[in-house]
């Protein structure tokens, strides 16, 4: 069956700095592309970058350019976010999640979710 597990959410401050993970089993991790993905309380959930199988396609809905950067080490069946000069209007909790396709700056679909970490940012 198929796991999705993210980890490295946490409490920063305005300005700081965090690096969420995503570690992925059950599946061929390097034929698929991957998505992370937000939701504030009372708000929608909103996706915020995906990355093609192998790198070469990125996503980045337009409150984060700039900002975040999404990676994959396929070796390690590992999804990565870089998040930097955070916002408080980036607390959320993130979710990582298996999309459809990443081509030509968009993503479209999600098919497995993992539990979500916290991301609170302090004004």
């Known amino acids: 069956q198929v796991q999705v597990v993210e980890t490295g959410g946490g409490l920063v401050q305005t300005g700081g700095s965090l690096t969420l993970s995503c570690s992925v089993s059950?599946?061929?991790?390097?034929?698929?592309?991957m998505g992370w993905f937000r939701q504030a309380p009372e708000k929608e959930r909103e996706r915020v970058s995906c990355?093609?199988?192998?790198?070469?396609?990125?996503y980045y809905r337009d409150s984060v350019k700039g900002r975040f950067t999404i990676s994959r080490a396929n070796a390690n069946n590992t999804l990565y976010l870089q998040m930097n000069n955070l916002k408080p209007e980036d607390t959320a909790t993130y979710y990582c999640?298996?999309?459809?396709?990443?081509?030509?700056?968009?993503?479209?679909?999600?098919?497995?979710w993992g539990q979500g970490t916290q991301v609170t940012v302090s004004s």
């Open positions: 999640a298996t999309v459809m396709q990443v081509r030509n700056g968009f993503c479209a679909g999600s098919q497995y």
């Open positions: 059950g599946l061929t991790f390097s034929i698929t592309p």
């Open positions: 990355i093609s199988r192998l790198g070469t396609d990125t």
